[in-house]
């Protein structure tokens, strides 16, 4: 069956609730509906009034808008994309259209409950009081602290950058701890990027909308890149002005090794070795250097390090040029590292350079840093492009003037904590930008830890599934005292734990969104619950504010709001109190018009007017800004010879460690005993977080995905053959990491030798409508510290693939 672009688009961004020109999503929903009779928890309205209430999406950091219909008031029955909210534009993706399955799913925690018999055992988690469950983590805290050791508690937290992650920190930094860690992003080494370039280490924004002429490197622009809401809805804006022949329509160029959604959707798509995308970037960036291509009146004004250049201490450094026209940069060896031909890589440089608003986005992941001599690569690009300026295509994304956090005032217990390194970092290395980092601090945690993690916890995180490579989070926990979830679910993480205070699910509660990937505007929403809880569960914010309080002294001073709303409405009284930016309102483009530098005039009374307008699911936002007026860099100008980089191999002349350059990744394991490549992949259909699959979506899978219990690989038929496999055949994936059961299909838009496998199944908790389906890559991929920040990155392994 043909599953066109407008049809993908149609069901993608209408969902289960909008008009759909394809018969496919009907028969899904009615497949689903027969499937879903069976559940005992299924949903089952009683008769009444509708009504509908709008609010903020926050199962992702997408930012969008949406609504639930309500009956009588205190049923929800659908998630819809709201049409009036500036991100999404009515669209709404599957994982949203599935989200009341969170909200009524059996495999809830409904109360607090306590580990009985030994870490892991599903039967052993018996109920408590809530008063029981917080004295005991209030009494372990207290112990620690009076024991002058604050530093052997630790949290792990969701990628979110919502005010809850800043309360953690702030809890952290009047605890005494300094192991407060995130999940890895790809902000993480993106705003790493911008530090190195422009001396500030904030998100870089893309002004897509804008876009003519766009050159994906590996990003899937469809499937889950930035915000998907605001991807979706672009893609619908270039799609209806295509079939109606009307301009501006963005000419995409996909280059990836396999044929993603994405891939296929986009006007031409450029299959290349898998890992190679910043060798291409180098390679268009050598031709257009080489041919003189590039804005060279840009360059020459704004930009230090193109040419060679002389340091404070008279040493003569290589410049960007230089090293491109070098022969380990020719385009014959960018031709080798890409497997493309040469007159290819020439031709996507002219266009590249010639096109007007042609602008270079890359990201393979939203959960995974890239090397950042990657990222520098494409943003080099991008430089050369000129696109970094007044009205240009990327900027950095203005930061949102909330209510400050009181300032902490550390008392002798928290001092000497904080003095401790935090265990990521206790270790002599000499990785020049080291930020905090999570596969560190397993790794440390799991060999021999320099000191004991007593307490652990862990907040909308799923790191026992979601983390490549997360046989280290299952080592490390077996090294921790105590382990203290938040979740609202049994996932594969609360079943490790020793209590579980669960959390409200995310349409239960007050949370906000801070910015949104990729988005040149300044943004900021509140997302209210659009029902009280279902359950006897709690804010992990108000637990963590209640906490506080009882501790007393400077901790309970750091955070002396009353409840997580009163700390909301506090950071919203600054907003207001800063008079900047506007309410967006019925102008479902407003937002993306505002045009850089024109903030738009304040429409709220006060705080209390602007919490009111926010709370009922508009959005506050802001102008773009000139990212050349905010260059902080040691030059003062965009830098493409990094001078805040400093390392030993730079001390020992090494001049390229400070440009953007290559280098492949090393994976380890034998190539005879595994000849392939294993590349994982995210798809906007299989969620692949925090958050599991819902049953709703897992039913719209493909049965070329997941057939009964069992997930595919897509294989080249060449590549099968090759191996004796074929269709549908059970075969055994081997990586240095470990092994599962899949089967095979045959797909001609995946490379020779290359096994592709998506991210998102294979869970091992929750119920029986989630878990044993499929297997999850994370248990096979690698993960190679970055030398520059110490992150982890992964992105493949190699791997055998043998008949079962
Ligand atoms: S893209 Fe993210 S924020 Fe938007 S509707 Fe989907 S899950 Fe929610």
Redesign the pocket.
Known sequence: MMFGRRAFLQFAAGAVGGTLLSPLPWKLADDSAIWSQNWSWRPSPERGPITKKAT?????????G?RARLVNGNRAVLLE?NPEHP??RG???????S?LQFLYAPYRITQPIKQTQKRGEASGFKPIPWDEAMSELLDKLVNLRTGGTPHAVACITGQGQGSMRDLWQQFFDAYGSPNFFQMPSHSDSLKLAAFLTLGKEEPLAFALEKASYILSFGSDLIG?WG???RM?ALWGDWNAAQSENKTPSAKIIQIESRCSMSAAKADRWIPIIPGSEAALALGIAHVMVKENLYDTSYVATNVFGFEDWTDSQGKARQGFKSFLLASENSLEEASRRTGLEPAKIVELAKDFATQPNAVAVWGKSRDLPEKVHHELAFLALNVLKGNLKSQGMISLAPSVPLGPMPQVLADEVAQQGLARKSLDQVKAQDIPLSRKSLYGFLKNLSEAPSYPIEVLMIHEANPAYSLPGNQVFQKAIQKVGWVVSFSSYMDETSLQADIILPNHTAFERYDDVIGVPGLPQAYYAVAAPILPPQWNTRHSGDVLLQMSKNMGGSVADALPWKSYDAFLQDRVKGLAASGRGAVAQTSARQLQETPEGASPKANYKDGADLWKKLASGQCWYDAPQNPLQLVQSPSGKIELAFQSLQSKELEAGKDEQCLPNFSSIALSGNEKEYPLTLVSYQALFLSHGYLPNPPFMTKTLWDFILRNDDSFVELHPETARSLGLDEGNRAVLKTPAGECIVRVHLFPGARLDVIYMPQGLGHKAYDQYIQSKGANPNELLEVQMDPVSGLGTAWAARAQLRRA
């Open positions: 903020i999406c926050t199962l992702c950091e997408g930012g969008c949406i994309g991100i999404n669209g709404i993706c599957p994982l949203a259209a989200g889950g915000s998907p809401g979706l």
